[in-house]
T-cell receptor, first 112, second 113 residues
Framework: DSGVTQTPKHLITATGQRVTLRCSPRSGDLSVYWYQQSLDQGLQFLIQYYNGEERAKGNILERFSAQQFPDLHSELNLSSLELGDSALYFC???????????FGPGTRLLVL | GEDVEQSLFLSVREGDSSVINCTYTDSSSTYLYWYKQEPGAGLQLLTYIFSNMDMKQDQRLTVLLNKKDKHLSLRIADTQTGDSAIYFCAERDAGAGSYQLTFGKGTKLSVIP
């Protein structure tokens, strides 16, 4: 158990819908990272927050957004969902911005 | 941009050593990581190596780094059936203050009893 928690574990929704994925970092970690794992693209970095502020952006679609709250938990919002958004979404956390990242168990999203 | 390459499959017999290889392209990478993913589970950090090191050993795991060839390997001694999983090599992007990880596609290790 890495100490990073993610909810929900599974999510099934329809095209065009909007969902919110939640992540709680390890106690004391200030950075949260979001990654997407799909069969065709592999594991791809989406976005990083550090102490409430966006720090880095990767291959994140404009339909996706994220935020980190004062209690340091983070949410990833996915809107106008398409079939191709079906994937495993991981959250990771680290103490600062350059330390080792510890991953949560992931949220499996299925868009029908 | 950065690219991390791994072979997709490896099959070994229980008790043998497994060697999983990885090549990377970013010469400015400072940390290289190995993560393990079991079916239906998240990514478990196995070990990491700093770029000024050539080797790191941690119980049954040995990481070798060849900076000249940008080649990283993970050796698992006395491989057990519980080691069956997908192993990901990742490099940490050290450019422009971003510390995102770039992952390889993963190597699926199958251990034959």
């Amino acid at each position: 158990d890495s100490g990073v928690t993610q909810t929900p574990k599974h999510l099934i929704t329809a095209t065009g819908q909007r969902v919110t994925l939640r992540c709680s970092p390890r106690s004391g970690d200030l950075s949260v990272y979001w990654y997407q794992q799909s069969l065709d693209q592999g594991l791809q970095f989406l976005i990083q927050y550090y102490n409430g502020e966006e720090r880095a952006k990767g291959n994140i679609l404009e339909r996706f957004s994220a935020q980190q709250f004062p209690d340091l938990h983070s949410e990833l919002n996915l809107s106008s969902l398409e079939l191709g958004d079906s994937a495993l979404y991981f959250c990771a956390s680290s103490v600062g911005t350059g330390e080792t990242q510890y991953f949560g168990p992931g949220t499996r999203l299925l868009v029908l | 941009g950065e690219d991390v390459e791994q072979s997709l499959f490896l099959s070994v017999r229980e008790g043998d050593s497994s060697v999983i290889n990885c090549t990377y392209t970013d010469s400015s990478s400072t940390y290289l990581y190995w993560y393990k993913q079991e079916p239906g589970a998240g990514l478990q950090l196995l070990t990491y190596i700093f770029s000024n090191m050539d080797m790191k050993q941690d119980q049954r795991l040995t990481v070798l780094l060849n900076k000249k060839d940008k080649h990283l390997s993970l050796r698992i001694a006395d491989t057990q059936t519980g080691d069956s999983a997908i192993y990901f090599c990742a490099e940490r992007d050290a450019g422009a203050g971003s510390y995102q990880l770039t992952f390889g596609k993963g190597t699926k290790l199958s251990v034959i009893p």
